[in-house]
């Protein structure tokens, strides 16, 4: 009868290990999950403010530069205008404009499209991912080749 007790308790116990150890894995899963979801905040704080910066960088410059830009236009115009009469040579400058200026603005919109945000995040996630999955040996090429 002792051997019979004895057994009991020792599966009462691996129940409660059991539990246990599901507990932990579900605060570890948990505190994964929280640690991912500061990283995105902070890298896409880190994100939003370098595009702020930058954008502010570039509508200052910009405006200096339309400027200087619009003045130098209107001496090429009344320069081509001496020989092809004002109508015309604004016409020529305009469309000259318009065909380098929207190839320099779809460059530009290839660029920023181009930029990944939250890259570390996303790399960080997958690798999690296939940690949970049981493919933990494998650890994914992160995005600076490391």
Same mark, same amino acid.
């Given at each position: 009868m002792v051997e019979d007790s004895m057994g009991l308790l020792s599966q009462k116990d691996d129940r409660v290990g059991l539990a246990a150890h599901l507990s932990q894995l579900a605060d570890g899963v948990s505190r994964l999950v929280a640690q991912h979801v500061r990283l995105a905040r902070h890298e896409l704080a880190q994100d939003a403010r370098v595009a702020v910066n930058d954008s502010a960088w570039l509508v200052c410059c910009a405006a200096i530069a339309l400027l200087g830009y619009a003045l130098l236009q209107v001496t090429l115009a009344l320069l081509? %205008?001496?020989r092809l009469g004002l109508e015309l040579s604004f016409a020529l400058v305009a469309a000259a404009n318009l065909a380098l200026g929207g190839a %320099? =603005?779809? =460059?530009?919109? =290839? !660029?920023?499209? =181009? !930029?990944?945000?939250l890259k570390s995040s996303l790399a960080e996630l997958e690798q999690s991912a296939s940690a949970l999955k049981g493919e933990g040996a494998k650890i994914p090429e992160r995005a600076n080749g490391k």
């Open positions: 081509i %205008g001496r %320099g =603005a779809w =460059a530009a919109w =290839a !660029r920023m499209k =181009a !930029r990944p945000v």
